[in-house]
């Protein structure tokens, strides 16, 4: 091992730590201010790190936005488990995961920022674009899991099944969000025995 490289493990190691304060510090402004409220001033300021060291890290608050999305994208997608089950043919574990993306229920801090960002859609293309990057993402997985437990079925039939999975998933996001102090497991439950039922009949 050369005297460069264990030099440059800990700076690596330092500025990964640097990014992660960065990214955490502005998901919770986002989520406190609003993304629209929230500028590379105050998000320096929150984290105690320069505006020129973010800017070199980071080339606008989109691009944050990116790698937060991407962050809570990989914790939330669980990928592993999807490709595990698909590997192993357990269409069981393959329905269980289509069924967490309607019935997942996001933190406080994950509703709001989710809905902070769908507001930004119509209005930023950059965020847009960040958005499509999600779903696009979203409906590759879940075209896997659908393919694995309906290969018959036609591309069109899945991609609707896709379709209304995301439905529901936005729409329990937007209800748990719109009335907060509910119970919405009885919710829940029904979007999950409707989709059960949808997958089940695109398999037949």
């Known amino acids: 091992m050369s005297d460069q490289t264990i030099h440059e493990r800990p700076r690596a190691a330092k500025s990964a730590a640097r990014r992660r304060h960065l990214l ?10 609003g993304f629209h409220q929230t500028g590379m001033a105050q998000i320096a300021a929150a984290s105690g790190i320069a505006v020129g060291q973010i800017y070199r890290d980071f080339a606008n608050k989109e691009a944050i936005v ?3 999305c991407e962050t809570d994208l990989v914790a939330w997608l669980e990928e592993t488990n ?9 269409s069981a574990a393959i329905r269980a995961w289509i069924e967490r993306v309607v ?5 406080y801090d994950s509703r709001r920022l989710m809905c902070e960002l769908l ?6 293309q950059r965020i847009a674009d960040v958005n499509q ?4 993402r979203l409906r590759t997985n879940l075209s896997a899991a659908l393919t694995a437990l309906a290969p018959q079925a036609t591309v069109q039939s899945r991609s609707t099944v896709m379709d209304f999975v995301l439905a529901l998933s936005w729409g329990m996001v937007a209800r748990m969000e719109l009335s907060p102090g509910s119970d ?15 997958v089940a009949a695109l398999a037949d």
């Open 103 to 107: 019935t997942d229920e996001p933190s």
């Open 119 to 124: 507001a930004e859609v119509g209005r930023n």
């Open 133 to 136: 990057r999600t779903e696009d």
């Open 24 to 33: 955490d510090t502005a998901r919770n402004l986002f989520v406190e201010r």
């Open 82 to 90: 999807l490709h595990a089950a698909l590997l192993a043919g357990d």
């Open 66 to 68: 990116a790698a937060i």
């Open 184 to 198: 919405h497991g009885a919710a829940r439950d029904y979007a999950a025995t409707i989709l059960q039922r949808e």
